[in-house]
């Protein structure tokens, strides 16, 4: 049982985040989809967690239920949410729509279908600052806009603020969406592929604009991302999630440069090296992911695992315990033991190269 908060409080003293063991289900004509199987990290203020898995690991359906995003009525929710003290899990949609954009925000993967392609950029900045400053009128919103714009690094934001998001490159849409999502100063950020289809000198202008609001605002910020090069350009802290579950966490440092879990070492395999041999071949992680209707049993992860077998038959029966990996704030569900992922880890995995 998740013990309950008895009054919302904003102390510096606790995350600004917290979710606690959260369930996302969604119903559809073929199956009950179990999206998210309890799930649970927080964040502090100025500090940035990246949440990393292949497509379907869930990684985007936390961030969504954070900002209750999930249409409700298709929608088993279960768990809590903290933020800023205040479980939001279970407020309703007025309740919560009062909270997104002013205590809490996010930045969708792909601003062209985010924007609204009829309506100016300066128009839809100053509609998500007069959501939250009804008293506002036009001229305050319009120089709210236009301060955000420049802050975000659009040239002569007093003019581009009344042109159209097709008007505007990949990147620079991105900016638009920055500045949509911080203009109300909110303590939380979700970022969900802020930097997908970007050519690589935007993403790493993106990275540095969240990384230096991020220092101005102090904001807690969630990333949401398949790129090992991003997260370790950013993150604080890493959640590695599987089958909807995660299967290791800790510092960047922890999971980046001493992971524990096979999943893991596949995904550090995959990533290209600057430095080895150019006509090497990737690694990648062998067969699928596996479909959220019907998870195998014991350890989702044991099917494309090749050590599965040296686990005496726990992976194929057994969910494994998130358990400590040996340093403080490491934790790996894996049902080898420490000194096996260790012997394994070295015999093949240590040489690969650190993403960054």
Same mark, same amino acid.
């Given at each position: ?54 497509? %379907?690991?869930?990684?985007? !359906?936390? =961030?969504?239920? @954070?900002? *209750? &995003? ?6 088993? +929710? %279960?768990?809590?949410?903290? !933020?800023? =003290?205040?479980? @939001?899990? *279970? &407020? ?6 009062? +909270? ?257």
């Amino acid at each position: 049982m998740v013990p309950p908060v008895s009054a919302p409080e904003r102390s510096r003293s606790q995350p600004y985040l917290m979710v606690r063991d959260l369930t996302v289900r969604f119903d559809t004509e073929d199956g009950v989809v179990r999206a998210v199987n309890g799930v649970s990290f927080s964040v502090d203020r100025g500090r940035t967690l990246c949440i990393v898995g292949e497509s %379907g690991s869930g990684k985007s !359906v936390t =961030g969504l239920a @954070v900002l *209750g &995003l999930h249409n409700p009525r298709r929608t088993r +929710l %279960g768990g809590q949410i903290l !933020v800023g =003290g205040r479980d @939001v899990a *279970g &407020l309703d949609e007025e309740q919560i729509r009062v +909270l997104r954009g002013r205590s809490m925000a996010m930045i969708f993967q792909d601003p062209l279908s985010a924007l609204h392609p009829y309506y100016t950029v300066g128009r839809q900045v100053m509609e998500a600052y007069r959501v939250h400053h009804p008293s506002a009128g036009r001229k305050q919103a319009r120089a709210q806009a236009v301060a955000m714009l420049g802050r975000v690094g659009i040239p002569r934001p007093e003019q581009r603020i009344d042109r159209y998001p097709h008007e505007f490159s990949g990147g620079m849409r991105q900016r638009v969406m920055i500045a949509m999502a911080l203009v109300n100063n909110p303590d939380l950020l979700i970022a969900d592929e802020p930097t997908t289809a970007l050519d690589v000198t935007v993403q790493a202008q993106i990275l540095d604009l969240l990384a230096e609001l991020q220092a101005e605002f102090n904001t807690a910020i969630v990333l949401v991302t398949h790129d090992l090069g991003v997260v370790s350009q950013v993150a604080h802290d890493v959640l590695v999630m599987y089958g909807g579950r995660t299967v290791e966490q800790g510092s960047v440092e922890q999971v980046l440069r001493h992971p524990r879990h096979p999943y893991t070492w596949g995904l550090l395999a995959s990533v290209p090296s600057l430095h080895g041999d150019p006509d090497a071949e990737l690694v990648p992680v062998a067969g699928s992911p596996p479909s959220m209707i019907d998870l195998p049993a014991g350890c989702a992860f044991h099917p494309r695992c090749g050590y599965a077998d040296a686990t005496g038959g726990r992976s194929t029966t057994e969910i494994p315990e998130l358990l400590p990996a040996g340093a403080p704030g490491h934790v790996v569900a894996c049902h080898l033991s420490e000194a096996e992922r260790e012997r394994l880890y070295r015999r093949d995995v240590a040489r690969t190269e650190v993403p960054g």
